[in-house]
């Protein structure tokens, strides 16, 4: 006993000039991460945000009516932006000297849920219709309650998505890729925001383009399993933002809390 009570005196003593005493706690994490109401905390992945901002020519009128909007909350899984440089090895005064020749974007990727809607699958087709004008689709592939496209005409002979015949008098026969008719892109910008502690930070790719896309694939082994699209972007820039989310007068992030968003309070009180 006597032993015991003198080890604890010892340590009582000890911890005058050492504050954490014998049997101090590692507070090196709680510090980093814990302090400023988690402010160096790790971001989580699942708080994001994807905005497309698509050319009204390339959509049907009920696409773009109904259905433009919910194609933000059918994104499953994207990548952010990737960089990487041409460099050069350049020997200056007997001594090595990188340089930077060349800035790339390299491409990203976007995994979307393939809705029993079908807005995933009419995203596509209109994107197809939209630089591949002599792909004929029938019109329900496109407009998910069976109206016409965005001008589209009945008939023999290829036209475009906005429904303008090719002629000689419309730039020749000229069609799909080897056309000059598209001169704006389909996507004019997509967005992605990653969200904490009522702020966001953003990337925004600049005129994108679709380099492949994958609808996926089926199985009758995988009962529970669900199909899902995959497209892989390029882009030609990225511009950066941040700024505080407000879903009242929200500026940023676009449609953020507005669609298919529950706004009903619940407070963990007695009274509900």
Not at 204 to 214: V, Y
């Amino acid at each position: 006993m006597a032993d015991k009570f003198t080890r604890f005196l010892s340590g009582v003593g000890t911890g005058l000039l050492n504050p954490k005493g014998n049997l101090g706690d590692a507070r090196h994490a709680s510090r980093t991460f814990v302090d400023g109401a988690f402010s160096r905390a790790p971001r989580t992945k699942f708080l994001f945000h994807v905005h497309f901002d698509i050319n009204p020519r390339g959509l049907s009128s009920d696409f773009r009516s109904h259905h433009s909007s919910s194609i933000s909350v059918l994104v499953k899984t994207s990548t952010l932006p990737r960089f990487s440089f041409d460099t050069d090895m350049k020997n200056q005064y007997n001594r090595k000297k990188l340089i930077y020749k060349n800035i790339n974007y390299d491409p990203i990727q976007v995994t979307f849920h393939d809705d029993n809607t079908g807005i995933i699958n009419a995203l596509w087709a209109q994107y197809f219709l939209y630089y591949s004008p002599e792909r004929e689709q029938v019109p329900g592939a496109w407009d998910i309650l069976g109206g016409s496209a965005t001008g589209r005409q009945s008939g023999a002979g290829p036209y475009n998505g906005g429904g303008v015949v090719y002629s000689a008098e419309s730039g020749g026969y000229r069609y799909g890729l080897d056309s000059d008719r598209v001169q704006d892109p389909f996507f004019r910008s997509i967005t992605i925001y990653t969200m904490s502690k009522k702020r966001f930070h953003s990337y925004k790719l600049i005129n994108p383009h679709i380099r492949t896309w994958d609808h996926g694939d089926v199985s009758y082994a995988e009962s529970g399993g669900t199909v899902q699209a995959t497209m892989n972007l390029g882009y030609e820039s990225v511009i950066y933002g941040a700024g505080r989310i407000d879903t009242n007068n929200a500026e940023e992030p676009i449609n953020f809390g507005n669609l298919h968003y529950d706004k009903v309070p619940s407070p963990l009180s007695v009274l509900g």
